[in-house]
């Protein structure tokens, strides 16, 4: 455990790292009392995530702003 708030956003169609990687730490975080928040993009692969102009960006800004609070 890191014993710190975490939230993992992973885009599901991601070629390079599989979303099931981020469930499965998910998982076992939460298992070992961290505070752990999943978000799952349905249509973002591995980069969308980062680039403010892609269509995810809104839903990745929207749930950093809400971990933030």
Same mark, same amino acid.
């Given at each position: 455990?890191? +014993? %710190? #708030?975490?939230?993992? *956003?992973?885009?599901?169609?991601? #070629?390079? *790292? $599989? +979303?099931?990687?981020? *469930?499965?730490? +998910? $998982?076992?975080?939460?298992?070992?009392?961290? $505070?752990?928040?999943?978000?799952? !993009?349905?249509?973002?692969? +591995?980069?969308?995530? %980062? *680039? #403010?102009?892609?269509?995810?960006?809104?839903? %990745?800004?929207?749930?950093? !702003?809400?971990?933030?609070?």
């Amino acid at each position: 455990p890191y +014993h %710190v #708030p975490q939230i993992l *956003i992973q885009g599901v169609r991601d #070629p390079i *790292i $599989s +979303h099931l990687g981020a *469930i499965a730490f +998910h $998982s076992a975080a939460q298992e070992q009392g961290d $505070s752990c928040r999943l978000v799952l !993009l349905e249509n973002a692969g +591995h980069f969308e995530v %980062v *680039i #403010p102009t892609s269509p995810a960006w809104d839903d %990745v800004r929207d749930a950093l !702003l809400a971990f933030l609070k």
